[in-house]
Every structure is written in C-alpha cells, then in structure tokens.
C-alpha cells in the first residue's frame, strides 16, 4: 500500500492542550499534505510541506517532515474544541497526474 | 473565499439506474477530480481530469464511470449501473496546480445510497 498511515487512530485531549498526530508513508514523495474532514463534510487543506523542507509553521499548525523516517506530524497547539474533527494525511506517492493517498486518519476529540 | 459546489448534496437511486454528480470547480483551476468515501473507510481516488482529458484513473474507476467538462464551469461524475457497493460520499476537488501550496480544494460531497 502506498498510503499513508495515521496515528493514533483517536485523540482526546483538553481545551488548551497540545495535539500531536503522526504519519507514516512508504512510498518516495515530493510533497506531503494534511487535510481536515469535519464529521460528514468534505475535506480542507490544511498544509503541504515539500519533499526538502523540514518543518513548516501555519498559525497554530505545525507541521515537520523526515523523509529519511517516511513519516510526518501534525502539532496543534493549544487546542480548541472547533479543532475537534479528523485529521489525514495525503501524499501523491508515485504518481505525478494528480493522485493524492490517504490514511485512515486521527479522529481528534478536544473537550472544553 | 472560493468554493467548489457540489449538487445535489444527497441522492438515493435504485441500484441499476444512472447517476449524474454535478460539481463546479473553482473557475480558475485547471486539475479537477474525484474522491469517493465509503462510510468508516478511507477517502479513495477515482480519477482526475486536466486539459479535457482524463490524467488518471484508479482501479476503481471502471467502465461504469465517466467523467465530463461539458462546458466550462462543470465536472460531473456519472455512474451508468449502480450497484449497491457504490454507495457512498463522493467528493470532487480541483486545484491551480498539481503541487499547489493551497493543496486541493474539496467540495462538501454528494451522498449517494444506492438501494
């Protein structure tokens, strides 16, 4: 399978904390993308970091890839209980038409 | 903010009968394309679309898929025979680029139930 892989498969934390969700992919990648799925909606973009960058910052999103590992995190910081939703990780894997993998993703529970 | 719009957002239908999932992309994106999730499974790839051709395809999308840019604000999914194992949401996406920083912009889905 070229998809990635999440984990944890759930996360509950509180209000204020930090949430940390990891990816693993097994495939040579150019870039990596993390998406959000609100509960019966569609999927939003959160961030894509490229094959030769290691780190990369979106306002409370943090996001850093080891393409020698093949995996990357997603680091929420001081969660809020709208950040509550699940949480995948996307790569093109081998292909270079537009293809994007997913992983069975984190469910990412924040309570008030 | 631009959206992609998906109708109808639900669709029951007979198994056997055709279905028709109608997107808009936003206007200015050239790739677009078709997710599907099966309810507790993964989001899959069903195929994406660039210069009025198919770009590729998975082994999901078999001959009773087809896609279409009738004109040149619409992306429809169309499935000749549903089966039961269609049902499904199915999402349509589009993008600038292939490796765009702002990724791919999803539509909210159409929920199909095939019966």
């Known amino acids: 399978s070229q998809q990635g892989e999440e984990d944890p498969q759930a996360l509950s934390i509180q209000e204020g904390e930090n949430a940390t969700m990891n990816c693993s992919y097994k495939t040579s990648i150019n870039n990596l993308q993390w998406y959000r799925q609100n509960s019966g909606r569609g999927l939003v973009h959160l961030i894509l970091i490229r094959s030769n960058e290691r780190e990369k910052h979106s306002g409370r999103l943090r996001v850093t890839l080891d393409t020698s590992k093949k995996s990357s995190s997603l680091l929420i910081t001081a969660s809020r209980a709208a950040d509550t939703a699940s949480y995948f990780c996307a790569t093109p894997g081998g292909s270079t038409l537009g293809r994007l993998y997913f992983g069975r993703g984190t469910q990412l529970t924040v309570w008030p | 903010e631009p959206e992609v719009t998906q109708t109808p957002s639900h669709q029951v239908t007979q198994m056997g009968q055709e279905v028709i999932l109608r997107c808009v992309p936003i206007s200015n994106h050239l790739y677009f394309y078709w997710y599907r999730q099966i309810l507790g499974q993964k989001v899959e790839f069903l195929v994406s679309f660039y210069n009025n051709e198919i770009s590729e395809k998975s082994e999901i999308f078999d001959d009773q898929f087809s896609v279409e840019r009738p004109d040149g604000s619409n992306f429809t999914l169309k499935i000749r025979s549903t089966k039961l194992e269609d049902s499904a949401m199915y999402f349509c996406?589009?993008?600038?680029?292939?490796?765009?920083?702002?990724?791919?912009?999803f539509g909210s889905g159409t929920r199909l139930t095939v019966v």
């Open positions: 996406a589009s993008s600038y680029l292939l490796d765009s920083e702002h990724g791919y912009t």
